[in-house]
């Protein structure tokens, strides 16, 4: 064999198609696959420098090297492949001792990596950081090393994750000129579109987990009680990941182990442990061990949701999407992470999005969220595609215990949301963010605005370095409404970020006294929420934390008690998961309230300023009744609304309602935490 291969399994072995080609002394181009009596030559020089071994090519797994997306096609002369080129070996005996498969994980971080085997060459190793994507290749620039035949089909290893990231599949030569040391640019297949090229190709093993492990095995042991269900769910799971059962040897741990072992192994145990409960009559009655399943499954395979035939079937129909731009769909999807990772193909994209937790309509996975909408663009588009899509979201929303009405609902919102003009990028409400700084007493203000939008803009408009009084940082806020947001069109939502002590600052009560007909009411005619300037690492965590509970947890009341030294924070603590507070105690110790709540990283509180009594508590609890967390700053607008409306009745609680809705994105640069709080899953 004149390249290198990897182990993927005791018998399999995954290289380029063009290696193949040249040890049987084809074309190296040829798109025909070898017969099935042709027999390929290879070594594992690392644990057998001396031991021939033989293999054949699956037929059913050739994927010739050609220039264009469409499968088939010989590469014409000259021109330099970007698609396929993948071959997979059965090997005719198993492999000398020593040799294990090879864990897999896709490359993600711009980590630098390392091409670990050249056959024949003395340089064994060439260091390379990731560029760019072409087609379905990944370019990287070499660092250290040259790359020469016999790379090709090797692995790239990722040392800081101990994992193989792609194969090594091409290098251009060198410019006339140029040094002999000098290497162009490698090209490299990652896991992704190994997979998306071989959909039949058995699961990759990938580095066993640790974090979660034991509570999905307390969890497998409560929800498979008896020795007879483990080893029908151990059966099952084998057949499911080509592996061999170990039949009535199987325990608890086996099973386990084979799911970490392999590349969504997780979700595929999920279904199976589904499957056996349904199957037995226990799926209704085991609620509780079932949700403590999901929760650890989660913990250890953050990135991966979907089982590998449900990924196989969306790759297949992303295929035949055309209508539908990766760049807005991921602005849309994503409209407020600063640095977005790059990706080619919604393929690629639609794999990071499985990692990613939802901000806004919480009950829907971004992945399902990401393949509705590409499903309606293609259905605006004419393509019949989009039937197939909405298909595939409704049985995986099934699959994930994502109700089906809510799904619909999403859809529905999205058709009904108004469309920007063609060319204009997506349609999502803007923000203005107001970055307050208070000069004390808290009545004379310098500030900073800036307008951040879904089409990519997030910049200054306009700065104020000399103190003014309130009604001239409204007078600003009014001017960058009607110069950069079209103050008609939306509500674009004003947020003011400022530091705790000054949280208490009734921004939401601001107006601009024109005449009497264009008096401007901020917290009456817009959705204003405050925001505090300061987060840590401890709190973003917390935060997160909680955010995740948003949609099943019930808001946390914290009343006069909670503000006597550490009942707050005991109380937060004792409730790690409540996202929204509900605050009722004096004005005068409001703050202290306040930047406990922050420090347990809470996203949302909302107080009434001056009463604190029973019947506030209620009222304000009432508001929340029925509604996400995402409608507060509309909810809070009309409510303030209904004060102004009802002159009559000076204690109507809109009039000193306030709501601090803190997350730590959508944040003004200078105020932004580090990059990982924006953009890490």
């Given at each position: 064999?004149?390249?290198?291969?990897?182990?993927?399994?005791?018998?399999?072995?995954?290289?380029?198609?063009?290696?193949?080609?040249?040890?049987?002394?084809?074309?190296?181009?040829?798109?025909?696959?070898?017969?099935?009596?042709?027999?390929?030559?290879?070594?594992?020089?690392?644990?057998a420098r001396d031991q021939d071994l033989t293999a054949r090519v699956d037929q059913n797994l050739w994927c010739s090297p050609r220039a264009h997306a469409a499968h088939g096609g010989t590469v014409a002369a000259g021109q330099f492949p970007y698609f396929g080129d993948l071959a997979v070996l059965r090997l005719a005996a198993p492999p000398p001792h020593g040799a294990e498969p090879a864990p897999f994980l896709p490359e993600r971080d711009g980590n630098e990596v390392v091409?670990?085997?050249?056959?024949?060459?003395?340089?064994?190793?060439?260091?390379?950081?990731?560029?760019?994507?072409?087609?379905?290749?990944?370019?990287?620039?070499?660092?250290?090393?040259?790359?020469?035949?016999?790379?090709?089909?090797?692995?790239?290893?990722?040392?800081?994750?101990?994992?193989?990231?792609?194969?090594?599949?091409?290098?251009?030569?060198?410019?006339?000129?140029?040094?002999?040391?000098?290497?162009?640019?490698?090209?490299?297949?990652?896991?992704?579109?190994?997979?998306?090229?071989?959909?039949?190709?058995?699961?990759?093993?990938?580095?066993?987990?640790?974090?979660?492990?034991?509570?999905?095995?307390?969890?497998?042991?409560?929800?498979?009680?008896?020795?007879?269900?483990?080893?029908?769910?151990?059966?099952?799971?084998?057949?499911?990941?080509?592996?061999?059962?170990?039949?009535?040897?199987?325990?608890?741990?086996?099973?386990?182990?084979?799911?970490?072992?392999?590349?969504?192994?997780?979700?595929?145990?999920?279904?199976?442990?589904?499957?056996?409960?349904?199957?037995?009559?226990?799926?209704?009655?085991?609620?509780?061990?079932?949700?403590?399943?999901?929760?650890?499954?989660?913990?250890?395979?953050?990135?991966?949701?979907?089982?590998?035939?449900?990924?196989?079937?969306?790759?297949?129909?992303?295929?035949?999407?055309?209508?539908?731009?990766?760049?807005?769909?991921?602005?849309?999807?994503?409209?407020?992470?600063?640095?977005?990772?790059?990706?080619?193909?919604?393929?690629?994209?639609?794999?990071?999005?499985?990692?990613?937790?939802?901000?806004?309509?919480?009950?829907?996975?971004?992945?399902?969220?990401?393949?509705?909408?590409?499903?309606?663009?293609?259905?605006?588009?004419?393509?019949?595609?989009?039937?197939?899509?909405?298909?595939?979201?409704?049985?995986?929303?099934?699959?994930?215990?994502?109700?089906?009405?809510?799904?619909?609902?999403?859809?529905?919102?999205?058709?009904?949301?108004?469309?920007?003009?063609?060319?204009?990028?997506?349609?999502?409400?803007?923000?203005?963010?107001?970055?307050?700084?208070?000069?004390?007493?808290?009545?004379?203000?310098?500030?900073?605005?800036?307008?951040?939008?879904?089409?990519?803009?997030?910049?200054?408009?306009?700065?104020?370095?000399?103190?003014?009084?309130?009604?001239?940082?409204?007078?600003?806020?009014?001017?960058?409404?009607?110069?950069?947001?079209?103050?008609?069109?939306?509500?674009?939502?004003?947020?003011?970020?400022?530091?705790?002590?000054?949280?208490?600052?009734?921004?939401?009560?601001?107006?601009?006294?024109?005449?009497?007909?264009?008096?401007?009411?901020?917290?009456?005619?817009?959705?204003?929420?405050?925001?505090?300037?300061?987060?840590?690492?401890?709190?973003?965590?917390?935060?997160?934390?909680?955010?995740?509970?948003?949609?099943?947890?019930?808001?946390?009341?914290?009343?006069?008690?909670?503000?006597?030294?550490?009942?707050?924070?005991?109380?937060?603590?004792?409730?790690?998961?409540?996202?929204?507070?509900?605050?009722?105690?004096?004005?005068?110790?409001?703050?202290?309230?306040?930047?406990?709540?922050l420090q347990a990283g809470v996203h949302t509180v909302l107080w009434h300023r001056q009463d604190h009594d029973t019947e506030t508590v209620k009222r304000l609890s009432d508001l929340m009744n029925g509604i996400s967390h995402t409608d507060l700053p509309e909810t809070v607008r009309l409510e303030r609304a209904r004060a102004v409306a009802d002159p009559d009745c000076p204690t109507h609680h809109g009039r000193r309602l306030s709501l601090l809705y803190d997350g730590p994105?959508?944040?003004?640069?200078?105020?932004?935490?580090?990059?990982?709080?924006?953009?890490?899953?």
């Amino acid at each position: 064999m004149v390249g290198a291969g990897v182990l993927i399994s005791d018998s399999v072995v995954l290289t380029c198609a063009h290696v193949v080609n040249s040890a049987l002394g084809r074309s190296q181009f040829d798109a025909s696959a070898p017969l099935t009596g042709d027999v390929v030559r290879l070594r594992m020089p690392h644990v057998a420098r001396d031991q021939d071994l033989t293999a054949r090519v699956d037929q059913n797994l050739w994927c010739s090297p050609r220039a264009h997306a469409a499968h088939g096609g010989t590469v014409a002369a000259g021109q330099f492949p970007y698609f396929g080129d993948l071959a997979v070996l059965r090997l005719a005996a198993p492999p000398p001792h020593g040799a294990e498969p090879a864990p897999f994980l896709p490359e993600r971080d711009g980590n630098e990596v390392v091409a670990l085997w050249a056959s024949g060459n003395t340089a064994t190793t060439v260091r390379a950081l990731p560029r760019a994507v072409a087609g379905s290749w990944t370019v990287l620039d070499v660092t250290a090393g040259a790359v020469h035949p016999g790379f090709s089909g090797g692995p790239l290893w990722d040392r800081d994750r101990e994992a193989v990231v792609g194969i090594v599949v091409a290098t251009h030569q060198n410019a006339p000129g140029d040094s002999p040391a000098a290497s162009g640019p490698l090209y490299a297949i990652g896991l992704p579109t190994i997979e998306a090229e071989l959909p039949a190709l058995p699961p990759v093993h990938v580095p066993t987990a640790g974090q979660g492990a034991q509570r999905v095995l307390a969890a497998l042991e409560k929800l498979l009680p008896g020795a007879n269900a483990v080893v029908k769910c151990e059966e099952r799971l084998s057949a499911r990941l080509s592996r061999e059962s170990a039949g009535q040897a199987s325990d608890h741990r086996r099973l386990l182990a084979l799911a970490l072992g392999v590349r969504r192994g997780v979700p595929e145990l999920l279904a199976v442990v589904r499957e056996y409960l349904t199957d037995s009559g226990t799926r209704h009655s085991s609620g509780d061990a079932w949700d403590g399943l999901v929760h650890a499954a989660r913990t250890v395979s953050p990135s991966e949701t979907l089982m590998a035939g449900q990924r196989r079937d969306l790759v297949g129909l992303l295929a035949l999407c055309r209508a539908t731009d990766p760049g807005d769909l991921l602005r849309d999807v994503l409209p407020y992470v600063e640095t977005p990772p790059l990706v080619s193909g919604l393929v690629d994209l639609t794999d990071l999005f499985e990692g990613y937790v939802p901000s806004s309509y919480p009950l829907i996975p971004l992945l399902l969220q990401a393949v509705v909408r590409v499903g309606i663009a293609e259905q605006s588009a004419g393509n019949p595609v989009a039937h197939d899509l909405y298909a595939w979201v409704s049985r995986v929303a099934r699959y994930l215990d994502v109700s089906e009405a809510a799904v619909d609902q999403f859809r529905e919102d999205l058709r009904s949301a108004p469309r920007s003009p063609a060319g204009a990028g997506p349609a999502v409400t803007p923000r203005i963010q107001v970055e307050l700084l208070p000069v004390p007493p808290g009545q004379r203000f310098t500030y900073q605005i800036w307008v951040c939008d879904g089409a990519g803009r997030h910049e200054v408009v306009l700065v104020q370095d000399a103190e003014v009084p309130s009604d001239k940082v409204v007078e600003g806020v009014r001017t960058v409404l009607r110069s950069e947001v079209n103050e008609h069109v939306d509500k674009a939502l004003v947020e003011f970020f400022v530091a705790p002590p000054w949280l208490r600052l009734d921004v939401d009560n601001w107006h601009l006294r024109g005449t009497e007909d264009d008096d401007f009411f901020l917290g009456v005619m817009r959705r204003v929420v405050l925001r505090s300037s300061e987060r840590t690492r401890d709190s973003f965590a917390g935060w997160k934390r909680r955010t995740e509970a948003l949609a099943s947890s019930d808001p946390l009341v914290l009343d006069q008690h909670s503000v006597r030294p550490g009942v707050a924070q005991a109380r937060l603590e004792s409730v790690p998961d409540a996202g929204v507070v509900i605050m009722c105690c004096e004005q005068q110790d409001q703050n202290k309230v306040l930047r406990q709540c922050l420090q347990a990283g809470v996203h949302t509180v909302l107080w009434h300023r001056q009463d604190h009594d029973t019947e506030t508590v209620k009222r304000l609890s009432d508001l929340m009744n029925g509604i996400s967390h995402t409608d507060l700053p509309e909810t809070v607008r009309l409510e303030r609304a209904r004060a102004v409306a009802d002159p009559d009745c000076p204690t109507h609680h809109g009039r000193r309602l306030s709501l601090l809705y803190d997350g730590p994105d959508h944040r003004p640069p200078p105020l932004a935490p580090d990059a990982w709080a924006l953009t890490q899953p």
